[in-house]
């Protein structure tokens, strides 16, 4: 039984893609859309050998080994040009690393149209590293699975220039126009914690660092609650 939270990255592959599906694990993602039927061919990417054991094991179980390939690398080394992948999914890690693996494998991008990420924290590294590559946001969702909140990035590439506010980089330019209860909550988690650091920050010395760092804070609890509590 695949997670929610899985479902709804499934969700935004187009039908009939080739699909990379970097960061696999047990490639639960890639299996779940080949049995459905919902891709042509897919890529189960694993740098670390237990997992990539562990995705072999699931894709000859699922009997899917002539529509799913599992190739042992880091990130998009798992993919060649010549495999005309059309879409690139990366699950449950944080978002600067996805960021990450994109910027290194940025070539292997040509023909892809679509990319469906799923960062656990700091979904503004992707945001900002779209941005600088000419990859633009088509939706974003957010979710709560566990207790646990998710968001739900996919980009496809731009022929315009893109560029978003602050506000839309730390929280989302779709997210911010659904504001949705889960999204209320998650902000309302983030700045409460802000302003618990803040708070005992008061009781440190007082050095340039800390200031700084306390300006950041202020900052952020701002551009966040004129969100929540504006007229937007
Ligand atoms: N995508 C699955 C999901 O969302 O449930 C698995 C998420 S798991 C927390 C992250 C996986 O990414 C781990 O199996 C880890 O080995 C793999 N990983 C981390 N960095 C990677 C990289 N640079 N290239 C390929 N896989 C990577």
């Given amino acids: ?40 061919k897919g890529i189960a990417g694993e740098v670390v050998k237990g997992p990539y054991e562990s995705a072999r ?44 693996i994109l910027d290194e494998g940025k070539e292997k991008l040509a023909g892809v ?24 946001i088509t939706e974003e969702e957010i979710l709560k699975e566990n207790d646990k909140i998710y968001e739900i990035l996919v980009l496809e590439p731009s022929s315009s220039p893109v560029s978003y506010t602050e506000q839309e ?25 802000w302003k618990r650091i803040l708070l005992s920050m008061e009781s440190t010395e007082q050095t340039v660092e800390i200031l700084a760092k306390k300006q950041e804070l202020i900052n952020k609890i701002q551009l966040t609650e004129e969100v929540l509590h504006g007229e937007n």
């Fill in 1 to 40: 039984q695949l997670s929610e939270r899985l479902k709804r990255v499934a969700a935004y592959v187009p039908p009939n893609a080739i699909l990379a599906d970097i960061g696999s694990d047990h490639a639960y993602l890639p299996c779940y859309l080949a049995l459905k039927g919902n891709i042509q």
């Fill in 57 to 100: 094991k699931q894709v000859q179980q699922e009997g899917l080994s002539k529509s799913i390939e599992v190739r042992l690398a880091n990130g998009l080394a798992a993919v060649e040009l010549t495999d005309n992948v059309t879409a690139v999914t990366i699950a449950g890690m944080g978002g600067p690393l996805i960021a990450s």
């Fill in 113 to 136: 149209e679509r990319l469906i990420l799923q960062p656990n924290v700091h979904a503004k590294a992707i945001r900002e590293w779209g941005a600088a590559n000419g990859w633009k």
């Fill in 169 to 193: 980089l730390l929280m989302g330019p779709f997210l911010i126009k659904a504001k949705s209860p889960v999204f209320i909550e998650k902000w309302d988690r983030e700045t409460s914690q």
